[in-house]
């Protein structure tokens, strides 16, 4: 006999949150109701809403800009992030040399060096995609280099006393034992990457047809058109929730047939 539906994990997994969140919107709606709280100040959710469906041609557009951005970023992220963890694993010398820069980037404040890389990067989009990478590369190079680390002594053994080669060794043992610590600093690196192009974009201030959601937010504050800058800002929490579900999604495909950690 098959479960209920609300029992099953996947549906309950998809069902509490959601059920949560229309529970927050329905007390927050009504606070706003009853305290007669002006749109300058806490819009409620209906005003959101109308904002959201009255400019959806303007917020469309600039999302599609901070998300082509977030994906360039988290792109090249990946690749540099890859690079650098493949790198590190093949001496300590190495990585000791090598980690202390990766580590200076990713307490660096975004805020701080964009208007250099702005400066220095002609192109705009350009110069946000490297903002946006530097916040993200950190956790799949950290995550990438424990996990080429963490392998089974005994599996690593056998492969030395069968004379494998370093590449097979990388190929057969190192890169299947870190495809769960990759996959987890993607799931980390998705979101920073959203936050460092946002972020851009606010020291950046970008506007016309390049603009991106936080030019609309600076542009609705200025305006006092709160509902729109909450519209804007439910996007980009929309955006990084998604991204994070692609991702989860991703590594369960990837994992779910071999890997104790998506077998449960």
């Known amino acids: 006999m098959n479960p209920p539906l609300l029992s099953r994990p996947a549906v309950q997994r998809v069902t509490a949150p959601l059920a949560v969140g229309v529970i927050l919107l329905g007390i927050w709606q009504a606070v706003c109701m009853a305290f007669a709280v002006p ?41 540099v992030g890859c690079a650098a963890a493949f790198l590190f694993v093949q001496s300590r010398v190495i990585e000791a040399s090598l980690l202390p820069y990766a580590i200076l980037l990713q307490v660096t404040p975004v805020v701080a060096i964009a208007p250099l890389i702005i400066i220095w990067v002609k192109d705009p989009t350009m110069a946000l995609v490297i903002c946006a990478t530097m916040v993200a590369v950190f956790p799949i190079i950290s ?36 495809l769960p610590y990759f996959f987890g600093g993607l799931r980390i690196s998705c979101g920073l990457a959203l936050i460092g192009a946002v972020v851009a974009e606010f020291v950046a201030g970008t506007g016309g047809t390049g603009a991106g959601l936080a030019y609309q937010i600076l542009q609705a504050g200025f305006a006092l058109n709160i509902p729109r800058l909450f519209a804007a800002l439910f996007l980009i929490t929309l955006s990084g929730v998604a991204l994070f579900g692609v991702m989860a999604m991703v590594t369960r495909l990837t994992l779910s047939h071999w890997h104790e950690s998506e077998l449960a």
């Open 39 to 79: 749109d300058y100040l806490v819009p409620a959710p209906s005003a959101v809403t109308r904002a959201l469906i009255e400019d959806w041609s303007l917020l469309s557009d600039s999302l599609w800009v901070t998300l082509r951005i977030t994906l360039m970023a988290f792109a090249l992220a990946i690749v």
């Open 143 to 178: 995550n990438t280099v424990l996990g080429l680390r963490s392998v089974n002594p005994g599996l690593l053994n056998l492969f030395r006393i069968n004379h494998a080669s370093k590449w097979d060794t990388l190929r057969r043992l190192r890169i299947p034992s870190a």
